[in-house]
């Protein structure tokens, strides 16, 4: 190890008795890497281990008693340094965050920690935990006197003798609990209401475009609402069990947007839903009657997540040939939003606070939804009396509130909205019957049973739910 002895101040004849003690230590430190480890019998390594330690917490007490007396000579001048972390750096070539550290800890054991630079200089505590001291007398509130300080420091420093640095942060970070419990107490509380206000008023919402039938929406709550969110979709977000139509297999990520989108269908069908106008929350779909009629074609969701409302539709037109004029003829109106195929239109239209503008061939309005579409509380009530209070679907248990009122034949195919035509189902199954080839019919006890698709039974015999596992209230 090469340690320049010389002197910056061009007294080039006068070393000063630290820089040969440090030559004197540094060719000790060079015997000391050549000797080889190899033969250190086993039971002494803890031992060089520690006295290694102790070498460590020496020289860095040596380090920073030096950096706080260059700071108090302004030896940063001398390399033109903009301060004393930035001449710091370049002399050890440390990093920004660790120079600053390091400057910050040896004024601190200068002035404040006088008992903690001592332990360090003795090697009784490690480089680490003396900033962890630091770290945690200074989150001290400003108005503490410094005998409760000196307090702090002690119980800190007697706990560094059973912690190491991990455990030792952890206790800083409860110091002020430790040795004022009550004012600690007073405090936090006015901290954490500080903190809730302010994270209330920092609550944001918004939504992001819309792609491919896919939005985005970036949402930001304070602790309280977003427990509470949890603890909602939790239960709605656990898997299904395995049923006639196959184990669950969503993802963990998928699971919680199901039961988001179950929670606000639940609270859109709710009787104390928000109102606007008068009205519950609706939304509202314009589609060609014979596309939704064969379940063909897409419809127009009319929302505020993109551009949406009547929009006038022009063409170009070509004046009479060789008259070379073009003009403008405005043929009809046309509703723009994003698209929705005409399978979820249906389904959306049996039991949701859809209202759809049914159009015919030429784009008249034919219908405006109908006043007995949607199943009433009652039939609701009588559904679930006559089926139990779960979904109806074979092996679901899904509670008869989380449910939705389904038209066995569809309302726009002319079924009547009568307890003889619903089945209350899940919206995940609600969405199978819709979607997966399933048949729900009544049966001639009845009540509703289903008929699976070929490709889970090739004869598509009829499952009959057992009434046996209805719960009745």
Request: net charge negative; charged share 25%; hydrophobic share 40%.
């Amino acid at each position: 190890m090469d340690i320049d002895t010389g002197s910056a101040s061009g007294d080039a004849g006068f070393a000063h008795p630290l820089l040969a003690w440090l030559a004197g230590v540094g060719e000790q430190l060079d015997g000391a890497i050549q000797c080889p480890t190899l033969s250190l019998p086993l039971d002494q390594y803890e031992g060089a281990l520690r006295q290694l330690a102790v070498c460590e917490a020496k020289l860095a007490s040596l380090r920073l008693s030096l950096t706080r007396q260059g700071e108090l000579n302004e030896v940063r001048k001398l390399t033109g340094a903009a301060n004393t972390a930035g001449w710091v750096r370049q002399v050890t070539r440390m990093g920004r965050r660790e120079a600053s550290v390091s400057v910050r800890l040896a004024k601190a054991l200068d002035q404040t920690l006088r008992a903690t630079g001592r332990a360090l200089g003795e090697g009784e505590i490690s480089l680490g935990q003396a900033q962890v001291i630091e770290r945690a007398t200074r989150g001290l509130p400003n108005d503490v006197d410094a005998a409760v300080r000196a307090e702090a420091e002690a119980f800190l420093l007697d706990s560094a003798q059973a912690l190491d640095v991990d455990d030792l942060d952890k206790a800083g970070k409860h110091l002020y609990e430790v040795i004022a419990p009550e004012d600690a107490e007073r405090r936090i509380g006015k901290q954490l209401e500080e903190q809730e206000r302010r994270a209330r008023e920092s609550r944001t919402l918004s939504f992001g475009p819309v792609r491919d039938g896919m939005g985005t929406m970036f949402l930001r709550l304070d602790l309280p609402t977003l427990a509470i969110l949890q603890a909602l979709l939790d239960p709605l977000a656990r898997p299904r069990p395995s049923g006639p139509d196959g184990p669950d297999l969503r993802s963990g990520e998928r699971r919680p947007a199901d039961a988001f989108a179950e929670l606000v269908a639940l609270a859109q069908a709710a009787v104390d839903a928000p109102i606007r106008g008068g009205t519950r929350p609706r939304l509202t779909v314009t589609m060609n009657h014979d596309d939704l009629a064969n379940k063909l074609g897409y419809g127009t969701l009319n929302s505020v997540l993109t551009d949406s409302g009547p929009a006038h539709l022009k063409v170009r037109t070509q004046g009479d040939e060789g008259g070379g004029s073009v003009g403008q003829a405005m043929i009809g109106y046309r509703i723009t939003g994003p698209p929705l195929s005409a399978t979820l239109v249906r389904q959306l239209a049996c039991d949701a606070e859809i209202i759809p503008v049914v159009l015919g061939g030429d784009g008249a309005v034919l219908d405006l939804g109908r006043g007995t579409r949607l199943f009433t509380y009652s039939q609701r009530h009588a559904l679930a009396e006559r089926d139990g209070y779960f979904c109806h679907f074979p092996d679901c248990r899904r509670p008869e509130k989380w449910t939705e009122a389904h038209h066995i034949k569809h309302w726009v195919d002319g079924g009547a909205t009568d307890l003889n035509n619903g089945v209350l189902l899940c919206q995940h199954h609600h969405t199978v019957i819709h979607t997966q080839g399933w048949t729900v019919r009544m049966s001639d006890n009845g009540h509703p049973e289903y008929l699976p698709p070929p490709w889970i039974d090739p004869y598509q015999n009829a499952i009959r739910p057992d009434d046996a596992t209805l719960i009745r209230r």
